[in-house]
C-alpha cells in the first residue's frame, strides 16, 4: 500500500524531472546556443550582426509557434479520451517517451551546420517540448486525487519549488561540468569541461541535451512506482464519445463565467510568460552579447528566486487563495518587460549608462530574479486556479483546456515577437507584445471568482 506522502513526493518529481527542459533547454543553455548557431549561419549569408540575430529569434519563434499550435489543438482532445477511459499514466508513458527523442537527438546541432540544421534542431525540440506539455496535462490532472481541497496551494507551490530545484541543481552541473568559458576554457566551477574543451563543435554545450533526456528518465522512476491512478471503471477508447464529451465541455463555458473568464485570463498571461522563458536567454545573447555562461548564470539567480517564491507563494496561496498571488505577479512581469524593453548596454529608457561598466548586466540579473520569483508563484497560482475550478472526474479533459487556453496565446505570442522583430528589425522591440498579453490577461481576472466552482 503506497502511502499518501509517498504519492505526493511521487507526484513532485514529476516537476524535477521535467523542469530541465525549460531550464536548460528552452531558457538558458540551448535556447541561446542555437541563437548563436542560427546567427552564425544568418551573418555567413551577408547580413549585419544585429540584423542577423533578429532572424535567428525570429526563426526560434516560428518554431515554437508550430510546436504549440499542435498541443493547443490536440491538447483538449487527448484529455477527454483520457477521461473517458479512465486512464491517464499510459499517456504520461507515451509523452515521455517523446521527450527523452526529442532532447537527446538536439545533442546533433552543431555549428556551420546550414539550414537544414536549424530546421532539425527546431523540429526535434518541438517533439521534445510537444512530449512535456502533454505530459503535464496528464500528471496535473492526477492532482486533485492527492490530497483534500484545502491543501491544493501548498502542494502545487511545493511541486513547483521542488521542480525548480532539480531545475537548478541540473543548471549548474551543466555550468560547473561541460560548458567552458570563452576567456578560460574551464567550466564556471574553475574545472576542466569533462568533454574537453572545443569550440569549433561545442561538445560540451551540445551534451545539455542527452543530459537532459537522462535527467527526466532517471527522475521518472518515483513517479511511476509511487503515483497510480485513482480507481475508476476501465473503458475502451472511443473517439466519439470522447469528441462528445469535450463538445459538451465547451458548449457548458458559456454558463460559467468564472471558469471562461480564467481560460482567457490564462490564455493570455501564461504564455506571456513562457514566451518571456523562451525569448530571455535569446534577447541575453543578441541585445547583451552575453555567453552561453553568462546566461547560464542568469538562470542560476532565477531559479533560486523561484525555488523559493514558489515555496512561499504556495503557502500565500492556501492562506489567501491563488487569485491575490496571480495578480501581484502579472504586476511584477509586466515591470520587468517594460525594463528589458527599454534596456540596452549605453542606456535605459533614455537614461544613460556606462557601456563600459556592468550596470546593463547588473540590471538584466535583477530582472532575471524578479522573473524567476514571479513565474514561480504565477505558474503554481493557476495550477490551483485551474483545481477550483475542476470536476475531478474530467480533470484531464479540464486540464487538456488549460492547456488549449495556454497553448493559443504561446502560439500566438512567438509569433508576435517574430512579426514585431521582423517588422523592427529590433529584438528590444520585438518583446512589446508581451506587456499587452500581461495586462489583458490582468483585466480579465477581474471576472474570476476566487474560490472558483468550489462550494465550500
Same mark, same amino acid.
Given at each position: &500500500?503506497?502511502?499518501?506522502?509517498?504519492?505526493? /513526493?511521487?507526484?513532485?518529481?514529476?516537476?524535477?524531472?521535467? +523542469?530541465?527542459?525549460?531550464?536548460?533547454?528552452?531558457?538558458?543553455?540551448?535556447?541561446?546556443?542555437?541563437?548563436?548557431?542560427? #546567427?552564425?549561419?544568418?551573418?555567413?549569408?551577408? &547580413?549585419?550582426?544585429?540584423?542577423?540575430?533578429?532572424?535567428?529569434?525570429?526563426?526560434?519563434?516560428?518554431?515554437?509557434?508550430?510546436?504549440?499550435?499542435?498541443?493547443?489543438?490536440?491538447?483538449?482532445?487527448? %484529455?477527454?479520451?483520457?477521461?473517458?477511459?479512465?486512464?491517464?499514466?499510459?499517456?504520461?508513458?507515451? !509523452?515521455?517517451?517523446?521527450?527523452?527523442? %526529442?532532447?537527446?537527438?538536439?545533442?546533433?546541432?552543431?555549428?556551420?551546420?546550414?539550414?537544414?540544421?536549424?530546421?532539425?534542431?527546431?523540429?526535434?525540440?518541438?517533439? *521534445?517540448?510537444?512530449? &512535456?506539455?502533454?505530459?503535464?496535462?496528464?500528471?496535473?490532472?492526477?492532482?486533485?486525487?492527492?490530497?483534500?481541497?484545502?491543501?491544493?496551494?501548498?502542494?502545487?507551490?511545493?511541486?513547483?519549488?521542488?521542480?525548480?530545484?532539480?531545475?537548478?541543481?541540473?543548471?549548474?552541473?551543466?555550468?560547473?561540468?561541460? $560548458?567552458?568559458?570563452?576567456?578560460?576554457?574551464?567550466?564556471?566551477?574553475? =574545472?576542466?569541461?569533462?568533454? %574537453?574543451?572545443?569550440?569549433?563543435?561545442?561538445?560540451?554545450? #551540445?551534451?545539455?541535451?542527452? !543530459?537532459?533526456?537522462?535527467? !527526466?528518465?532517471?527522475?521518472?522512476?518515483?513517479?511511476?512506482?509511487?503515483?497510480?491512478?485513482?480507481?475508476?471503471?476501465?473503458?475502451?477508447?472511443?473517439?466519439?464519445?470522447?469528441?462528445? +464529451?469535450?463538445?459538451?465541455?465547451?458548449?457548458? =463555458?458559456?454558463? #460559467?463565467?468564472?471558469?471562461?473568464?480564467?481560460?482567457?485570463?490564462?490564455?493570455?498571461?501564461?504564455? @506571456?510568460?513562457?514566451?518571456?522563458?523562451?525569448?530571455?536567454?535569446?534577447?541575453?545573447?543578441?541585445?547583451?552579447?552575453?555567453?552561453?555562461? +553568462?546566461?547560464?548564470?542568469?538562470?542560476?539567480?532565477?531559479?533560486?528566486?523561484?525555488?523559493?517564491?514558489? /515555496?512561499?507563494? *504556495?503557502?500565500?496561496?492556501?492562506?489567501?487563495?491563488?487569485?491575490?498571488?496571480?495578480? $501581484?505577479?502579472?504586476?511584477?512581469?509586466?515591470?520587468?518587460?517594460?525594463?528589458?524593453?527599454?534596456?540596452?548596454?549605453?542606456?535605459?529608457?533614455?537614461?544613460?549608462?556606462?557601456?563600459?561598466?556592468?550596470?546593463?548586466?547588473?540590471?538584466? !540579473?535583477?530582472? %532575471?530574479?524578479?522573473?524567476?520569483?514571479?513565474?514561480?508563484?504565477? +505558474?503554481?497560482?493557476?495550477?490551483?486556479?485551474?483545481?477550483?475550478?475542476?470536476?475531478?472526474?474530467? @480533470?484531464?479533459?479540464?486540464?487538456?483546456?488549460?492547456?488549449?487556453?495556454?497553448?493559443?496565446?504561446?502560439?500566438?505570442?512567438?509569433?508576435?515577437?517574430?512579426?514585431?522583430?521582423?517588422?523592427?528589425?529590433?529584438? #528590444?522591440?520585438?518583446? $512589446?507584445?508581451?506587456? $499587452?498579453?500581461?495586462?489583458?490577461?490582468?483585466? =480579465?481576472?477581474?471576472?474570476?471568482?476566487?474560490?472558483?466552482?468550489?462550494?465550500?
Amino acid at each position: &500500500m503506497i502511502s499518501k506522502r509517498k504519492r505526493i /513526493w511521487g507526484w513532485y518529481f514529476f516537476d524535477w524531472a521535467s +523542469q530541465p527542459y525549460n531550464t536548460l533547454l528552452l531558457t538558458f543553455v540551448f535556447g541561446p546556443y542555437f541563437a548563436e548557431v542560427a #546567427r552564425g549561419y544568418y551573418m555567413g549569408t551577408g &547580413m549585419e550582426a544585429e540584423t542577423a540575430a533578429a532572424a535567428a529569434q525570429s526563426f526560434w519563434g516560428v518554431g515554437l509557434t508550430l510546436s504549440s499550435l499542435i498541443i493547443a489543438v490536440l491538447a483538449p482532445i487527448l %484529455g477527454a479520451v483520457a477521461d473517458t477511459t479512465g486512464r491517464r499514466l499510459v499517456w504520461v508513458w507515451i !509523452f515521455s517517451a517523446l521527450y527523452v527523442i %526529442g532532447a537527446w537527438a538536439l545533442w546533433w546541432v552543431a555549428p556551420g551546420g546550414g539550414v537544414g540544421m536549424l530546421y532539425f534542431a527546431v523540429g526535434f525540440f518541438g517533439l *521534445g517540448f510537444i512530449g &512535456m506539455e502533454f505530459a503535464t496535462i496528464f500528471t496535473n490532472a492526477l492532482m486533485p486525487s492527492l490530497s483534500d481541497h484545502e491543501d491544493m496551494g501548498a502542494i502545487s507551490g511545493s511541486g513547483f519549488a521542488f521542480g525548480y530545484l532539480g531545475g537548478l541543481i541540473a543548471l549548474i552541473i551543466m555550468l560547473g561540468f561541460f $560548458v567552458a568559458s570563452p576567456e578560460t576554457g574551464l567550466t564556471y566551477l574553475g =574545472l576542466p569541461p569533462v568533454l %574537453g574543451e572545443d569550440s569549433e563543435t561545442q561538445i560540451g554545450t #551540445r551534451i545539455v541535451g542527452p !543530459f537532459t533526456a537522462l535527467w !527526466f528518465a532517471v527522475f521518472m522512476i518515483p513517479f511511476f512506482l509511487w503515483v497510480k491512478e485513482p480507481k475508476t471503471t476501465p473503458q475502451q477508447m472511443h473517439l466519439g464519445r470522447a469528441l462528445a +464529451q469535450l463538445k459538451e465541455l465547451l458548449a457548458s =463555458l458559456r454558463y #460559467r463565467r468564472s471558469l471562461s473568464a480564467y481560460l482567457l485570463s490564462s490564455l493570455f498571461y501564461r504564455d @506571456a510568460l513562457n514566451a518571456l522563458y523562451a525569448f530571455g536567454g535569446v534577447y541575453a545573447s543578441g541585445v547583451l552579447g552575453w555567453s552561453i555562461g +553568462q546566461i547560464g548564470i542568469f538562470g542560476v539567480v532565477g531559479a533560486i528566486t523561484a525555488v523559493a517564491a514558489s /515555496w512561499v507563494g *504556495g503557502r500565500a496561496d492556501r492562506k489567501w487563495g491563488p487569485k491575490p498571488v496571480i495578480v $501581484v505577479s502579472i504586476l511584477v512581469l509586466s515591470a520587468i518587460v517594460l525594463v528589458i524593453v527599454g534596456l540596452t548596454r549605453e542606456s535605459v529608457w533614455g537614461i544613460p549608462l556606462d557601456p563600459a561598466s556592468a550596470a546593463s548586466d547588473n540590471l538584466f !540579473f535583477l530582472c %532575471g530574479a524578479l522573473i524567476g520569483a514571479a513565474g514561480g508563484t504565477i +505558474q503554481a497560482a493557476s495550477r490551483t486556479m485551474m483545481v477550483r475550478h475542476t470536476d475531478p472526474d474530467h @480533470a484531464t479533459e479540464a486540464f487538456g483546456l488549460y492547456a488549449l487556453s495556454g497553448k493559443v496565446a504561446s502560439f500566438i505570442s512567438p509569433a508576435m515577437i517574430a512579426l514585431a522583430t521582423t517588422i523592427s528589425g529590433s529584438q #528590444r522591440i520585438g518583446m $512589446v507584445p508581451l506587456i $499587452v498579453l500581461f495586462l489583458l490577461g490582468l483585466i =480579465l481576472l477581474l471576472f474570476v471568482n476566487s474560490r472558483g466552482e468550489q462550494t465550500r
